[in-house]
């Protein structure tokens, strides 16, 4: 024993630092490739097969010619190598995207009226835009069509102004009457001014008029977007429609409702397609001649309808019995419940599913190359792959057309995702 | 303030047709009856008077004519004398054939991609998710087309699997019992020979032993709590028997059960099991994709059951496998199964895309061929309809017994 006073040390010791098998990257590896035998078997297998198919990718797309009149100059000018031909996609670019008989010197119309789709859909998706925009998104369809189709612009004119005058006289009546009678008189509103303004088209055939466009020059991918955008914007409406009629507790309603959703979900899409292209013109008056796109329109809307109903359905079954309740208890009647608390709540538990079967009817248009028209699909299959340069050649246009497609499906997937994490308002972290 | 007050069934005005809420469901239903039956006359109507014009009537009568185009890939007996009818049965059974196995492999893919992308390898599970996410959001139609010319341009013609003056083959069978061809692929086929019958008989007299017996050791587990083993004893119910057999016939004689392998007559394979290439691109392309699909539905269901489930069953003492097996799946498969089968159905609907590579089922026999040659576009396409609208109701019935039967039972 001493008497040195014994050492006390005032703080804490540092903790030693973990060992490096502990830490950082080696910890990650250990954890998330190496954690076991299986695993690392995993492991070492995923990143053979990631090896194998980026050593065979890899070549292809640095090698690829870009500059090439046809397969065959092609093939010359890389003498054997590994690569692909993208020429065709440079050389065949506007057939990919406006189709083959789109009249060249017009392809500005559809370029703009795309962008202006993303400019007008924007305000619709993203609710932190100023709410004035709404304005240019409810003018998009008639400018949009007037820009494709061409023609005067005095016919989409005729329109909106029967639809706006439309609104107005429903905000009216609705405002004195009910709900039923204004939308009764805004119907006979908007026939009056259709046909009263139908003779002024003809009339003012020149005033401000595009270059007419028939409907079977329409092609390539601005098909499938025209397809997707013009089925998905109507089968909304249809859609909510069918889905009340569903849950009405009217029975001949709900069985009509019930017959035609299951009907149509029954049946591919194919089927309807062909309905469109062979049987629809038997039970249209003589005389009458739709275009196939304005049949094949119809037909993917009611087979897209029929999908949204469901999801709506499913939307508004989810709504507790309380919210009807009590929407009933505040003396609101069908209409003022619907509009004001239920449909509110039903369609946002519904956006992931309407996104969902938007993607799928914006994948479906492709199917329309089976009725011989000429979509993206189409033109590859087509006049593309069937020309004398080009004959033989499938990768690059079957990879090109995938791409496109999944860009534009993964980021409206993405986009709903995120749609959702802003709509929650429950406290659920 | 005005006390309201029902007005009794006696003093009823015809106004209240439309004000009161009692009777107003029945003025629109009427509506609503009037505009269908006036919109489906006037369609019909329409039709009438179109087919008038046209010379045509609705018939039927087509189906008995002969129809005079050949159908290459049949499985039962067919020719070009057949009737309409008869093409249309090849098809339906062409389609349940992509229908059944593209259903197979669908779930094989997608259970093996939805429980890989839980998997805690960081790298298979990004693997998995980028399978998920490519497939899904590109069309069907462009994937079959894809794997559809994998078999017209990448892979070997028959011929190319010949020796030729002394210089080797230039492509090689798989394990020299596959050929994977640009016409299809070949591959051995197993053939019954004497007793090869009592051998698959006793296979699968075992596969209902083997589900007896674990329906037996369930019940004694959930009656008395005793746990017999199920796994070893279940794998040797299986195939023991049916082993023995096999060997005890091959002792006395020949084999009960032969392969027979695809072997190179001339410029092409004879022999063995030729899956055609388009029946390969469709089947396979259709499998894949909605394995996509699947996968999502399985991962769903996996993560749907919350961590307090295993944790309570850990807690009780039961042991991992047992918690999988007795606490986990049951409720993940109430959640995984309905949108499986319902993925099915669509993987169903979408083998009509056969068309497009030319495999005949019954959109390309009925409502391809037959609908041109006859010119009957309405039977045929009704008929066509008829039979997917038959398939969906079936599947759908079938489900909703099976919703009825898993639902949490509610007090």
């Not at chain 1, 962008?115 to 409810?138: C, D, E, N, Q, Y």
Request: proline share 5%.
């Amino acid at each position: 024993m001493s008497d040195q006073i014994a050492f006390v040390r005032h703080e804490a010791l540092q903790p030693s630092p973990p060992p490096a098998s502990e830490t950082g990257l080696v910890k990650w590896l250990r954890e998330n490739l190496f954690s076991s035998v299986f695993n690392t078997f995993l492991t070492i297998l995923s990143i053979y097969v990631i090896f194998r198919v980026l050593s065979g990718l890899f070549p292809w797309l640095a090698n690829g010619i870009w500059d090439a009149p046809s397969l065959k100059a092609c093939q010359g000018i890389l003498e054997g190598a590994s690569g692909g031909c993208f020429a065709v996609l440079t050389e065949r670019w506007n057939q990919l995207v406006f189709g083959f008989k789109y009249p060249s010197e017009q392809y500005w119309r559809p370029t703009i009226a795309f962008l202006l789709l993303l400019v007008s859909v924007a305000p619709v998706l993203f609710s932190k835009l100023p709410r004035k925009l709404l304005i240019l998104t409810g003018l998009y369809p008639f400018f949009g069509f007037w820009l494709i189709w061409g023609g005067t612009i005095v016919g989409p004119l005729i329109s909106l102004c029967g639809f706006v005058a439309a609104y107005y006289v429903f905000v009216q009546v609705d405002k004195r009457f009910s709900f039923a009678v204004g939308l009764l008189a805004a119907l006979v509103t908007a026939i009056l001014v259709w046909s009263l303004g139908g003779p002024l088209k003809s009339t003012f055939e020149d005033f401000i008029a595009l270059e007419a466009v028939p409907s079977r020059d329409m092609g390539g991918f601005m098909l499938n977007i025209i397809l997707g955008t013009v089925c998905v914007s109507l089968s909304l409406p249809i859609g909510i429609l069918l889905a009340l009629g569903r849950q009405s507790n009217m029975p001949i309603i709900k069985g009509i409702c019930v017959v035609f959703i299951e009907f149509i979900r029954g049946v591919p899409l194919i089927t309807l397609l062909f309905v469109a292209n062979v049987v629809l013109a038997y039970f249209l008056p003589p005389g009458t001649n739709f275009d196939l796109i304005l049949r094949v329109i119809i037909m993917i809307t009611l087979f897209s309808s029929a999908y949204i109903a469901e999801v709506i359905r499913g939307g508004l079954a989810a709504l507790p019995r309380g919210q009807y309740e009590a929407a009933d208890s505040l003396g609101l009647d069908y209409a003022q419940s619907m509009r004001l608390i239920i449909l509110p709540q039903a369609l946002k538990i519904s956006i992931p599913g309407i996104v969902n079967v938007s993607v799928g009817l914006f994948k479906d248009t492709t199917l329309v190359s089976v009725i011989s028209m000429f979509d993206l699909v189409g033109m590859i299959r087509g006049p593309i792959v069937s020309s004398t340069e080009w004959n033989g050649i499938y990768w690059e246009l079957f990879g090109f057309a995938s791409i496109l497609f999944f860009i534009i499906c993964y980021s409206i997937s993405q986009y709903s995702q995120w749609l959702e994490r802003q709509l929650a308002t429950d406290n659920k972290d | 303030m005005t006390m309201q007050t029902d007005s009794a069934a006696g003093n009823f005005r015809l106004s209240m047709l439309i004000s009161d809420t009692r009777y107003r469901s029945y003025t629109f239903q009427l509506v609503a009856m009037i505009l269908l039956f006036a919109s489906v006359g006037y369609l019909i109507s329409n039709l009438i008077f179109n087919l008038q014009t046209a010379g045509l009537s609705i018939s039927y009568e087509f189906l008995e004519e002969p129809a005079g185009y050949d159908i290459n890939q049949r499985l039962i007996e067919y020719n070009s004398q057949s009737t309409h009818w008869r093409a249309s049965v090849v098809g339906v059974l062409n389609t349940l054939l992509v229908a059944v196995v593209g259903c197979f492999f669908a779930t094989i893919f997608g259970v093996l991609a939805g429980v890989l992308r839980l998997s805690n390898n960081w790298i298979v599970a990004k693997i998995m998710a980028a399978y998920v996410e490519i497939f899904r959001n590109v069309p069907v139609l462009i994937w079959i087309l894809i794997i559809n010319a994998i078999f017209l341009v990448s892979l070997p013609q028959p011929k190319a699997f010949k020796a030729r003056g002394g210089n080797p083959p230039e492509a090689e069978m798989f394990l020299d019992a596959f050929a994977f061809t640009g016409r299809g692929i070949y591959m051995p086929k197993p053939v019954l020979q004497t007793g090869g019958m009592l051998v698959l008989g006793i296979f699968l007299l075992s596969i209902f032993v083997m589900f007896a017996y674990r329906r037996y050791a369930r019940s004694l587990l959930y009656s008395q709590g005793r746990d017999l083993p199920t796994f070893w004893p279940s794998l040797g119910i299986l195939f023991v028997p049916a082993i023995v057999i096999y060997f005890v016939i091959a002792a006395t004689g020949e084999l009960p059960i032969v392969l027979e392998y695809p072997a190179l007559k001339g410029f092409n394979f004879k022999g063995g099991i030729w899956a055609r290439g388009s029946f390969v691109a469709l089947t396979f392309a259709l499998a894949i994709y909605t394995g996509a699909f699947i996968a999502e539905n399985v991962r769903a269901g996996i993560l749907a059951i919350s961590k307090g489930q295993t944790e309570a069953a850990a807690s009780l003492g039961i042991r991992p496998n047992r918690i999988m097996s007795l606490v986990v799946l049951p409720q993940a498969l109430r959640v995984i199964i309905p949108p499986m089968i319902s993925n099915y159905l669509n993987l169903t609907k979408n083998s009509s895309l056969a068309i497009a590579v030319g495999y005949m089922d019954i959109t390309g026999t009925l409502g391809g061929i037959t609908l041109n040659q006859t010119g009957r576009a309405i039977e045929a396409i009704l008929l066509l309809m008829a039979f997917y609208l038959f398939i969906s109701l079936s599947i759908s019935a079938i489900m909703n017994v099976y919703n009825k039967s898993v639902a949490i039972k509610e007090r």
